[in-house]
């Protein structure tokens, strides 16, 4: 059967999905993974068991991994290629991996537990706890019961007001306010990632006259220059909730705490646990004639007040819909019309701000099902590309392959096992299109040279890895990909009905044994025997093609 056209009211011919590539792009989007021969059979049979698959994968924990993922690139909290604090005191014997995991995660992992448990997507501004590790425990000093499990809610003890994610120390440190900025940029990434509404994207001319090295002088044209209150009128009420926050705290006032201060006098803030907020420091906005802490007009006093506050906006819930709609279809934050993301943010509003059932929205909708625009016509094609993370989590599912290496000590400190796939310091990250949080803060959703070498040298590692497991496994229904044959079979027939069970299960192509695809893929394995003489190898030549197939880069 050909492609299914349809034409718009707008003229241009829409081709549809079928609904194996349907369920294909779905299962991609949310999970990660490749659908199974079994799901496949399921909407073959009856096409509408695609929404019971669907229902099924949102409670799935690698729909909690998508989400984390989609956070960790709003947030860009994933940055690895920044200094890491010092392995120091209570955490001399943490590597360096170990602090940036806890430092990076525990934001995700409360964006991610309101998700999977159900909650109101409005409590990851609101919530009055947070996530912990051993390591965190340490290195902010809150509670942890070392007999639980590895990840356990907790609380911040410093009298800090809760807030959700807008509490999390790391996020703060990830996000400096240095010199006279005072959290003007943090109050403005609140604004940008919760709301859409970046006041940098605002269209105000401002003047010079203002010495920038004076902070009084700062302080005094934000509140009385017109062009300058354009912005800071909003921005500046905004920015005062966040003084109880330090500006920053680096590695080297670290190492500096221990190695020449002893962690005596005010050095010992900078040791662990570390004291990142103080009650003490709310109200030093006051010193400087800054405006006090308000949203919007709206008067405000603590920091709980401003997660509320986010999370009652009507912005927060249309920007939601807008994140989750750009993220699963790979297409620019601004880029859904009103048209597109009003139904979306209503029923999000309605459902008690329910996020499986926003995500459930989107891929079921017939803007999900769309394959391209015919030739011709305005537009182009829809197919989306594997990010890092889903083309990891895809090869490890098929071959049970995770691309790691140990990198040992240096000045940055010592790692263990590190995840190429996920890793900017030391791996691929932003080369396979993913972003390092610094200098790469957009994905790239389009072929490039790099992703194509990476992903070719991802499938040649993961091909080697696979075939010997499998051939080490006596029971082959245990097998992750080569369960028809030995390591000594030749016989062409079953070598064929190994080949048609791969191409079923690695590109979601049923073919027959003795079709015309298979007659390629059965050249090659019997030009990689003849050649070596090894039918491993050969499996492993025939696996790293399929594992590197253009289709494993695109659904």
Not at 1 to 24: C, I, K, N, Q
Not at 136 to 156: C, I, R
Not at 517 to 534: F, K, P, Q
Request: glycine letters at 8%; one cysteine or more.
């Amino acid at each position: 059967m050909g492609p299914v056209f349809e034409t718009t009211p707008a003229g241009a011919r829409v081709e549809r999905l079928s609904e194996a590539d349907r369920l294909l792009r779905i299962s991609m989007a949310l999970r990660g993974v490749r659908p199974s021969l079994e799901e496949y059979a399921q909407v073959d049979d009856d096409p509408a068991a695609l929404e019971g698959l669907v229902d099924a994968w949102l409670d799935d924990p690698r729909f909690g991994e998508t989400i984390k993922d989609m956070y960790a690139e709003a947030l860009l909290i994933r940055a690895d290629t920044e200094p890491i604090l010092m392995s120091e005191g209570p955490l001399a014997d943490a590597s360096a991996d170990e602090i940036f995991e806890a430092m990076s995660e525990s934001s995700l992992r409360l964006i991610e537990d309101v998700v999977m448990t159900d909650q109101s997507f409005q409590t990851i501004l609101t919530a009055d706890w947070m996530w912990a590790n051993d390591v965190l425990a340490d290195l902010y000093g809150v509670p942890y019961d070392a007999e639980g499990e590895p990840w356990q809610e907790s609380v911040y003890d410093d009298a800090r007001p809760m807030a959700g994610v807008l509490s999390d120390n790391g996020l703060w440190m990830r996000y400096p306010s240095n010199g006279s900025n005072f959290h003007r940029g943090r109050a403005n990434f609140v604004a940008a990632t919760f709301l859409c509404d970046d006041f940098n994207e605002r269209e105000i001319v401002v003047e010079g006259g203002v010495d920038l090295s004076d902070d009084q002088a700062v302080a005094e044209a934000v509140t009385t220059l017109e062009n300058c209150v354009g912005c800071h009128q909003a921005l500046e009420p905004l920015s005062t909730f966040f003084w109880g926050f330090r500006q920053d705290t680096l590695r080297t006032a670290v190492y500096r705490a221990y190695r020449v201060f002893d962690c005596e006098g005010e050095a010992g803030d900078y040791c662990y646990p570390l004291a990142f907020y103080k009650s003490e420091f709310e109200d030093d906005w006051a010193a400087y004639g800054l405006n006090p802490p308000a949203y919007y007009g709206i008067p405000g006093d603590t920091f709980s007040d401003l997660g509320q506050f986010v999370a009652d906006d009507p912005r927060f819930a249309e920007c939601t819909a807008r994140r989750f709609r750009s993220y699963l279809h790979q297409e620019e934050l601004a880029a859904p019309s009103v048209a597109d993301i009003a139904p979306l943010q209503s029923d999000f509003i309605a459902s008690g701000y329910d996020a499986k059932g926003l995500a459930r929205q989107i891929v079921l909708s017939d803007a999900f099902a769309i394959a391209g625009i015919e030739a011709g016509s305005a537009g182009g094609s829809s197919m989306r590309s594997l990010r890092p993370e889903q083309l990891a989590r895809t090869v490890e599912d098929l071959t049970g392959f995770r691309l790691r290496t140990n990198p040992g000590c240096s000045f940055d400190g010592c790692f263990h096992d590190v995840d190429l796939t996920t890793s900017d310091r030391f791996g691929f990250r932003a080369m396979a299109g993913g972003v390092d949080g610094l200098q790469v803060t957009r994905p790239t959703h389009t072929p490039t040279p790099t992703k194509v070498l990476y992903q070719r040298y991802l499938a040649a590692e993961a091909a080697a890895y696979v075939v010997e497991a499998d051939f080490a496994q006596g029971d082959a229904t245990a097998r992750k990909l080569l369960v028809m044959v030995e390591a000594d079979t030749v016989a062409e027939a079953k070598v064929r009905s190994q080949l048609a069970h791969l191409h079923a299960r690695i590109l979601g192509e049923f073919v027959t044994d003795y079709g015309p695809i298979v007659d390629l893929t059965y050249g090659l394995y019997t030009d990689a025997l003849g050649r070596s003489g090894s039918s491993r190898h050969a499996w492993e030549v025939v696996l790293t093609a399929l594992l590197q197939d253009p289709r494993m880069m695109f659904y």
